[in-house]
């Protein structure tokens, strides 16, 4: 086989794939490559289970960032986001949660994000329609940005 060429190969593939797969699944994907995945993740989710899916949910929850998060909700219409609470994703701009949700709140809620209306304490100015935490003087464009910034910590 392995001297075969790729429409040979494609073609015992295509032949014997079945029993390839039910034999040797295992050491099938130990040779696949990040790349390799991506290129017939398509393909895979298409016939994926749902117990499959939520796995790689799970695992993916666990280490995405903030925005890339918010983006994927927003797309999927889904926990109260739509297409406009899409976000800018920045290379380099970290977002760390922190369990002390209190020190960044929400404007109605109290202190620490300024409303458009302008920055207080002689911070630096905010432009129109932007709120501003008051902590770090990061500005928010948008109100899905508040969620981030009510359930997230300053990066100091």
């Given amino acids: 086989m392995h001297h075969a060429t790729p429409s040979v190969q494609s073609r015992a593939v295509h ?9 040797c699944k295992a050491e099938l994907v130990e040779h696949f490559s990040n790349r390799d995945l991506d290129d017939v993740a398509d393909l ?14 799970e695992m993916r929850l666990a280490t995405i960032d903030a925005k890339p998060l918010l983006n994927a909700l927003a797309r999927a219409e889904r926990l109260g986001y739509d297409s406009q609470d899409l976000v800018e994703v920045s290379q380099g ?12 709140q929400a404007p109605n ?43 997230t910590d300053c990066l100091l």
Avoid: W
Wanted: charged share 15%; net charge positive; hydrophobic share 40%.
């Fill in 44 to 57: 895979i989710l298409a016939k994926a289970s749902n117990a499959f899916l939520d796995k790689a949910l």
């Fill in 15 to 23: 032949d014997f794939g079945r029993n390839l797969v039910a034999n």
């Fill in 109 to 151: 809620m109290g202190a620490g994000v300024s409303s458009p209306a302008g920055p207080s304490n002689g911070s630096r100015a905010a432009h129109p329609n932007e709120l501003q935490c008051l902590k770090c003087y990061r500005t928010f464009a948008k109100k899905s940005y508040i969620v981030l910034a009510y359930i």
């Fill in 93 to 104: 701009e970290h977002v760390i949660p922190n369990s002390r949700m209190a020190q960044m």
